[in-house]
Structures are given as structure tokens and as C-alpha cells.
């Protein structure tokens, strides 16, 4: 990831999770937690989600890990969870969040491109709204998977191409509105113009999942779409 990706985070970072709100109506909450009921977790596990901005998934994570624990007879203490991101002005603000709701997440700096993680470490590696931002997702991808174990899941939340009805409103929206949002609650219309084209000429649907199949890493690939698009999770089961 270039500098000057990273410096675009390091200034949206005091106003990141309000943007978010606001743009999204609040809705990439009701996604994320779709990301971490798929993980599908029933036993102790570790749990490793990179570009991790302000700890958004991490926590998902922890509070479902919390949740399943009370039925599959393990405690939260029992798992790891760490978070990372390559702008650390972002992720002070999840260590933040992680600790007044008590969840034990470590956060720590990391390229997804090179992970500093042993082979086949975690049973879950997971970004969101991150891979688009990678330099190589081809690699970034690969990295992901090679510190899953075997028969584990890497989980991939990106935005996509709205199809049908909703890609006019849509697209009005993240050209004008978005950047006009951005200039009044984050003073910085720039990264909102650069948040919405970069999802827009992103790979998604299947020809992300070509790019994933090219690891050849996964067993298997899926993918599940968002108001037609808006948005999908892509889940690869490891070899």
C-alpha cells in the first residue's frame, strides 16, 4: 500500500467510523455481523482480520466468539483474536473501542502483502473494505490463506457493482454525494472521491473469485452479494 494511501487513513481516522455510519446508513454493521455468523465458529479458534481501520470486524468477531461460547461450552478467553492495519492512527481508535466493551483483541501493525505470521497459524484471516486498497490482492489474498490452517476460512467483505435498478441511484450517490459528505463532516472531499472509484473499477463477483482461484490456496470459493451487489462477501475454504 502506497504512502499516500496511508496518509489519506492516518487523516480520515477521528472521523472514519462516523463517515461510515453516515454513508452506509449504518448498514455495513448488519454486514460485518453477517461475515462473522458464516464463519460458522463452534470451538476455541484464532482469528486474525488485517486492514482492521478502527477494529470494526475484530470486535464482530469477539462479540460473536462470545456468543457462540455460551452454547459450544468454551469461554472468549480461550480464543485469540488479533487485529491489524498498516496505519496505526486507525487502529488506536479500535484499541479503544476493544477495551470499553472488554474484548481482549490485540492489535498490531502488518502488510497484508507480508504477514508476520507463521504457515497455517489462524483458523480465520478476514478483511473488509480493505482488498481493493492492496497493492497486489492477488498476493494479499494469498498471504491471507497461507496463515490459515487447513480446512479454515478466509473471509473477504469488499464492495462491489451494484446491478439492476439500484446502480443509478447508486452511482449518483458515491460520485456526488459521497464526496460532498466527505467535504462536510471529514473536511476531506479527496478520499471520498477515492473511497467510491476504487470500488468501482475493483474486480468483484466472479472475477474476484478468479483471482482468489488463481492462489490455487481454496478447496473451495463462494461468494454472497449485497443489495445486488453493493457489496460481497467472498468465503475460501483452505487446502
Not at 473501542?97 to 492489535?107: C, D
Not at 473477504?156 to 454525494?177: A, C, D, M, T, W
Request: charged content about 20%; proline content about 5%; glycine content about 6%.
Amino acid at each position: 500500500m502506497s504512502e499516500q494511501v496511508q496518509q489519506m487513513f492516518a487523516s480520515l481516522s477521528p472521523k472514519y467510523d462516523l463517515m461510515n455510519d453516515v454513508l452506509s446508513f449504518g448498514i455495513h454493521h448488519i454486514w460485518r455481523a453477517t461475515t462473522v455468523r458464516k464463519a460458522k465458529i463452534d470451538k476455541p479458534v484464532r482469528v486474525l482480520d488485517c486492514a482492521t481501520g478502527t477494529g470494526d470486524l475484530a470486535i464482530a468477531f469477539a462479540r460473536e466468539i462470545e456468543k457462540q461460547s455460551r452454547s459450544f461450552g468454551f469461554k472468549l478467553d480461550d480464543c485469540e483474536i488479533i487485529a491489524t492495519d498498516f496505519c496505526p492512527e486507525m487502529y488506536q481508535y479500535g484499541i479503544i473501542k476493544a477495551k470499553e466493551q472488554g474484548y481482549p483483541i490485540k492489535f498490531e501493525f502488518a502488510d497484508v502483502m507480508n504477514l508476520q505470521y507463521q504457515d497455517c497459524y489462524f483458523d480465520i484471516a478476514s478483511i473488509s473494505f480493505g482488498i481493493r486498497n492492496v497493492d497486489d490482492a492477488k498476493k494479499g489474498v494469498s498471504e491471507l490463506a497461507r496463515v490459515v490452517k487447513s480446512g479454515g476460512k478466509v473471509m473477504i467483505l469488499e464492495f462491489g457493482q451494484p446491478q439492476g435498478l439500484i446502480s443509478l441511484p447508486y452511482n449518483f450517490y458515491s460520485r456526488k454525494v459521497m464526496p460532498f459528505l466527505g467535504k462536510l463532516i471529514a473536511n476531506n472531499p479527496d478520499a471520498y472521491t477515492y473511497l467510491p472509484r476504487t470500488a468501482s473499477q475493483f474486480p468483484s463477483g466472479d472475477k474476484f473469485v478468479e483471482i482468489m482461484q488463481s492462489t490455487q490456496q481454496f478447496t473451495e470459493i463462494s461468494q454472497h452479494p449485497f443489495i445486488n451487489g453493493v457489496a460481497f462477501l467472498y468465503v475460501g475454504i483452505v487446502k
